[in-house]
């Protein structure tokens, strides 16, 4: 029988949590009794949040932040130690995308803003969060990065440089931690049904995912939960963005004409990205 208690009054900050992966991440955690601090900008989204998470009758912390203000980021994290002391696992998740070719005319400051929020808001939550997990000499990090962060597709150049930025990050932080009884992992999830691209019209998608069916919220939750308990050091959802990648790193070629072919029915249903439904942006 799967044991419903792997986390058991594990102190666990999710950033993002308000919505989306981070959301479901919170409830994953807190089905399994974790202690679940909320973070993210919303106070209002997270409180519902938090309304979900107390149905499981475990303890729930609602601290606004902003990832991308370190002092925001130092704040969150004094709450977190007064009330509860100890900081078991970081979930850096916290996120936005903006969507367009290199040459628009706003890719610059979109992608700052990108790099501002997912990427250095990995480095401050991590950087504040590190002293204290040194301390007890335990502690697992885990960052949200992205299939694009490994291969990326035309139109998410931003998007892909900043989630290349936490990959190599994660990779140099793994390897200095070695040893000291602090775990770190990387997630990649491929395309997923959350807000995050409801801003952008389907006619300025990146083209493959005009053939993706996107995965669900709640089974990249169970893919962290899951990477976690493994202590897997890179950990790719669902199982086909590894064959892309695969292909890439033995080829970019390669890698560029599976991309270019993705958007092709009859060649997406074969390598099974995609089952008649897409990413529905007008569902939130
Ligand atoms: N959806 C996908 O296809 C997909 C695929 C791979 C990876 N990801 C990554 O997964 C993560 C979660 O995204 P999602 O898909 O769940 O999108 P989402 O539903 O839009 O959630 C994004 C979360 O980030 C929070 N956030 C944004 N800016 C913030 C800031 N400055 N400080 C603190 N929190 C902030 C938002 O909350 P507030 O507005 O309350 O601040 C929200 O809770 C992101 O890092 C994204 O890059 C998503």
Request: hydrophobic content about 45%.
């Amino acid at each position: 029988m799967k044991d419903k208690a792997r986390f058991k009054d594990k102190v666990v900050i999710i950033t993002g949590a308000s919505s989306g992966i981070g959301r479901a991440t919170a409830l994953a955690f807190a089905r399994e009794r974790a202690i679940t601090i909320l973070a993210s900008r919303s106070l209002e989204n997270l409180q519902k949040v938090a309304d979900e998470i107390r149905a499981f009758k475990t303890d729930v912390l609602v601290i606004p932040t902003d990832v991308s203000l370190q002092n925001s980021v130092h704040n969150m994290v004094e709450k977190v130690m007064a009330r509860y002391g100890r900081v078991d696992i970081l979930f850096n998740n916290a996120g936005s995308a903006f969507v367009g070719p290199i040459n628009h005319e706003k890719f610059v400051e979109d992608t700052k803003k990108m790099i501002e929020v997912d990427f250095f808001g990995t480095v401050y939550c991590t950087k504040e969060v590190l002293p204290i997990m040194k301390k007890q000499g335990s502690g697992y990090i885990i960052n949200m990065s992205s299939v694009v962060g490994r291969k990326a597709f035309p139109h998410f150049g931003g998007y892909s440089a900043s989630m290349h930025a936490i990959s190599g990050f994660t990779d140099a932080l793994r390897q200095e931690l070695y040893g000291s009884g602090i775990n770190v992992s990387i997630i990649h999830p491929a395309l997923t049904q959350t807000p995050l691209l409801e801003h952008v019209k389907p006619e300025e998608m990146p083209l493959p995912f005009k053939r993706f069916t996107p995965i669900s919220a709640e089974s990249v939750a169970e893919a962290v939960l899951k990477g976690i308990n493994k202590k897997q050091y890179r950990v790719i959802v669902p199982f086909q963005p590894k064959m892309l990648l695969l292909a890439d790193a033995i080829s970019p070629r390669l890698g560029d004409l599976i991309v270019r072919l993705m958007p092709n029915r009859v060649f997406a249903s074969l390598i099974g990205i995609y089952s008649g439904k897409v990413y529905d942006n007008k569902s939130y």
